[in-house]
Nanobody, 124 residues
Framework: QVQLVESGGGLVQAGGSLRLSCAAS????????TAWFRQAPGKEREFVAG???????TYLDSVKGRFTVSRDNAKNALYLQMNSLKPEDTAIYYC??????????????????WGQGTQVTVSS
């Protein structure tokens, strides 16, 4: 099993940057596909970015070129670098894991492990 804890959220002005971190427990983190999701008030949770256990990544169209997902298996950590933030990026951001050897998918139902979330607020 994997336990996930996010950090790094906060309040930032439009155009600013934040880096989210997700610390994972367990010695088999490298075997898991990981992803970031977000949920804004009154909206459904949506996929933001993900990284397959083999290293491939994919992004929500609206964040391509602005967000970068990365991971450090030696540190059991997943990251989301967010640049050029917009007010519409405001949401609670969650990290999630699927596996071992999970698929990289935009469907939240595929991910069995979730963090508690971290709030990101972008002011205009």
């Amino acid at each position: 099993q994997v336990q996930l804890v996010e950090s790094g959220g906060g309040l930032v002005q439009a155009g600013g940057s934040l880096r989210l971190s997700c610390a994972a427990s367990g010695r088999t983190f490298s075997m898991y596909t990981t992803a970031w999701f977000r949920q804004a008030p009154g909206k459904e949770r949506e996929f933001v970015a993900g990284m397959h256990w083999s290293g491939g990544s994919t992004y929500l169209d609206s964040v391509k070129g602005r967000f970068t997902v990365s991971r450090d298996n030696a540190k059991n950590a997943l990251y989301l670098q967010m640049n050029s933030l917009k007010p519409e990026d405001t949401a609670i951001y969650y990290c999630a894991a699927a596996g071992p050897w999970g698929r990289l998918t935009m469907s939240d139902g595929e991910y069995a492990y979730w963090g508690q979330g971290t709030q990101v607020t972008v002011s205009s």
